[in-house]
């Protein structure tokens, strides 16, 4: 039985992701900075649990044993999202991370799978593909490509598997309340008469969170495939087009006030994801 550490366990992805690894018959180290919030999930009793908050860390640690020597470890942790233009990313979240994952790696972790973003890519439209020069463009992203990149590194000094997932959009329930989808729940459940939205014409590349949680977890216990893999559909969609399918799903109709706010300027405004390497993985399972 492989034993799994996951970070950011009590995150959006990491519910789905533990969940996903149970049903793959894993032995789950969950840790996350609040147990509270653990004990309300439905796999907390099922899990070993350690509480931890990376912001302090302590570099005469040694973490691989402090969680009881992982197989592998799925690193989703993360601060402060969605804030992507805070320089915190860069001068505060990259440093404690990086260092994190060195210390578990120099003491024994030979196993490693770390979350990226598809910001990475910068601002270019179109196909993403995996083997394109990142032009990150947001601090967020530039924290993320600097940390893949000494990895990268570290990684083949240490001999070690490393995969890093780069993720693309997502929906489902426990997203964030500022995210798109909660904020049209949230108008649906008030009888809102209409829902503020931008112009919806921005294509994207969207999966829904349990997706996406078994793709990790796919790619995670697979070590044939590594290095960078786009976690992704494939497929663009307008925003339009998927609030509209929401909508329909959900057996719901709202008025859509297009145009409300303006396109976010720190993404392009067409792109998806090349998943060729994905289902390489999915396909082999």
């Given at each position: 039985m492989k034993k799994v550490l996951v970070t950011g366990a009590t995150g959006f992805i990491g519910n789905y992701v533990i969940k996903e690894l149970l049903l793959h018959d894993c032995r789950v180290i969950a840790t996350s900075s609040d147990?509270?919030?653990?004990?309300?999930?439905?796999?907390?009793?099922?899990?070993?649990?350690?509480?931890?908050?990376?912001?302090?860390?302590?570099?005469?640690?040694?973490?691989?044993?402090?969680?009881?020597?992982?197989?592998?470890?799925?690193?989703?942790?993360?601060?402060?999202?969605?804030?992507?233009?805070?320089?915190?990313?860069?001068?505060?979240?990259?440093?404690?991370?990086?260092?994190?994952?060195?210390n578990i790696i120099s003491n024994g972790l030979n196993d490693l799978l770390v979350t990226g973003t598809c910001f990475e890519y910068g601002m270019k439209d179109g196909c993403l593909k995996e083997d394109m020069e990142t032009e990150p463009?947001?601090?967020?992203?530039?924290?993320?490509?600097?940390?893949?990149?000494?990895?990268?590194?570290?990684?083949?000094?240490?001999?070690?598997?490393?995969?890093?997932?780069?993720?693309?959009?997502?929906?489902?329930?426990?997203?964030?309340?500022?995210?798109?989808?909660?904020?049209?729940?949230?108008?649906?459940?008030?009888?809102?008469?209409?829902?503020?939205?931008?112009?919806?014409?921005?294509?994207?590349?969207?999966?829904?969170?349990?997706?996406?949680?078994?793709?990790?977890?796919?790619i995670a216990l697979q070590n044939k495939v590594e290095g960078i893999i786009n976690c992704c559909s494939g497929k663009p969609v307008t925003v339009k087009a998927m609030v509209e399918q929401y909508l329909t799903e959900k057996k719901q109709t709202i008025k859509l006030n297009l145009g409300f706010y303006p396109y976010p300027n720190y993404e392009p405004m067409s792109f998806w994801g090349d998943n060729s390497k994905l289902k390489t993985i999915i396909t082999n399972e």
């Open positions: 147990e509270e919030k653990a004990t309300k999930t439905g796999w907390y009793t099922q899990v070993q649990y350690i509480p931890f908050n990376l912001k302090e860390f302590n570099d005469t640690v040694n973490y691989y044993s402090f969680f009881d020597e992982p197989d592998l470890v799925i690193h989703l942790a993360w601060e402060g999202l969605p804030n992507y233009k805070e320089v915190f990313h860069v001068e505060e979240n990259l440093p404690r991370h990086l260092a994190f994952l060195k463009a947001n601090p967020y992203a530039i924290a993320k490509d600097q940390l893949r990149r000494k990895l990268e590194v570290f990684a083949v000094e240490k001999q070690i598997h490393f995969k890093w997932v780069r993720l693309f959009y997502m929906y489902g329930k426990g997203q964030s309340a500022n995210s798109l989808f909660s904020q049209l729940d949230k108008a649906l459940a008030n009888d809102e008469p209409v829902f503020n939205m931008s112009g919806g014409e921005q294509e994207r590349d969207y999966l829904p969170v349990e997706e996406v949680a078994a793709n990790i977890v796919a």
